[in-house]
């Protein structure tokens, strides 16, 4: 039987709920030609909605998404290679054609085909520059060949805070930019998993990607899609489960995609007919076993400044950690202290700030602390 219930994963078809008016808009600016850079936490669904668009555009013959991956970049030679095969495996679907593409394009590249024996193993394609020395028009390559074939092109870029870590980075996201924004037929959605990295990137004026285009946020899925979604996942499986108990968990998990998905998913095994308070209770005491080990990970990379300075959030202090009630409370020395905690908890994507509100960016993880901490 498939699996009522996708975590861990980009979610896609009958696991994929709500998300109607970002899927409309993202819609809307990649047939207009309009870039766009996602944020949200982590897990609420950055990739899944990226994904979605891109398959309801699979049959518009006048565009082309072509999504690609940079997280195991580690330096712009990567990226050039990654981008310029991604670009020509995804806007054709013929593999002859891979080959005349790369030589038309891209005639200092050398292309790289394996086939394997093995029936229905995928064909493994790349290009590479001779030395690694890659020229910039891998940067051009989506225009020319959407002018050339005649439609436009969207490049979907996930984990593109990647390209902060490059050597460099400064000059190469100049480079981009200054590439990327003459192009008429090409347009880029720009998105990844370090929040924080990526505010920096496409918010701070003094950034090349400051103002590329639409910056669109991700709010949390409501809660009645939460529930009718799955209720609707238990009934398939002739399962039940109660609206009442589909909020009590939305709420416990504080509405994050992956984790409603995933404490669905364990009340569902903790159930044979229809869920109960205690098959709740259980999923809840089974998902924090599950990620303890991760938790304590976390901690354990922590000073205890900064130990002390996470259970302060954990215990909702979120507006008055600078006071001096809370400084003494949990020890955190100064308010000099708190700013600079600040500074790494958030680089470590463990808190968030927003309007001078703290908050743990997990909540299950906010939830262990106060218990384990
Ligand atoms: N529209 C949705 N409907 C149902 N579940 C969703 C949806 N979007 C996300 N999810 C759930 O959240 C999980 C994480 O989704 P996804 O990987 O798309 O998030 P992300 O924001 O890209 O995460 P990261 O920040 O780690 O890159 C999925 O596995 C799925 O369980
Ligand atoms: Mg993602």
């Given amino acids: 039987m498939e699996n009522p219930f996708i ?120 290009l590479e520059a001779i030395n690694n020395k890659y020229t910039s028009d891998v940067l051009t390559l989506p225009e020319r060949i959407a002018k050339e074939k005649g439609f436009s092109v969207v490049v979907c870029i996930d984990e593109f805070q990647q390209i902060a870590d490059f050597r460099h980075s400064m000059s190469f996201q100049k480079k981009l930019r200054s590439v990327w924004q003459l192009q008429q037929n090409t347009s880029y959605c720009l998105f990844g998993s370090k929040r924080h990295i990526l505010m920096g990137m496409f918010g701070k004026p003094s950034f090349p990607f400051y103002r590329f285009g639409d910056l669109m946020f991700l709010e949390r899925i409501p809660v009645s899609y939460w529930t009718t979604y799955i209720q609707k996942r238990f009934e398939t499986t002739g399962k039940h489960i109660s609206a009442e108990l589909c909020e009590k968990l939305c709420e416990y998990v504080e509405s994050n995609s992956s984790y409603v998905q995933q404490l669905a998913w364990l009340i569902w095994t903790f159930t044979t007919d229809t869920a109960t308070d205690q098959s709740f209770e259980l999923a809840k005491e089974e998902i924090m076993r599950q990620n303890h080990v991760l938790f304590q990970k976390y901690i354990d990379e922590l000073s205890s400044y900064q130990i002390s300075m996470m259970r302060a959030i954990a215990n909702g202090h979120s507006t008055d950690l600078s006071t001096k009630n809370v400084i003494e409370e949990y020890n955190l020395a100064s308010t000099a202290n708190v700013a600079s905690m600040r500074k790494s908890l958030e680089a470590r994507e463990l808190i968030e700030v927003s309007a001078k509100s703290y908050t743990i960016s997990d909540p299950l993880f906010a939830k262990w602390i106060c218990k384990n901490v």
């Fill in 7 to 126: 975590y861990g994963v980009a979610t896609h078809g009958d696991c994929f709920t709500d998300r109607e008016k970002e899927t409309e808009r993202l819609k809307m600016n990649f047939t207009h030609g309009i870039n766009t850079m996602i944020i949200s936490p982590r897990r609420w669904g950055k990739t899944s909605l990226v994904n979605r668009v891109a398959e309801l555009l699979a049959d518009n013959d006048k565009v082309k998404v072509v999504r690609m991956d940079t997280f195991s970049c580690r330096t712009e030679e990567d990226f050039y290679k990654l981008f310029a095969t991604e670009i020509i495996k995804q806007t054709s679907n013929k593999v002859e054609q891979w080959i005349i593409d790369a030589k038309h394009f891209l005639s200092n590249l050398v292309p790289h085909l394996t086939m394997s024996t093995d029936p229905g193993s995928e064909i493994s394609f790349s």
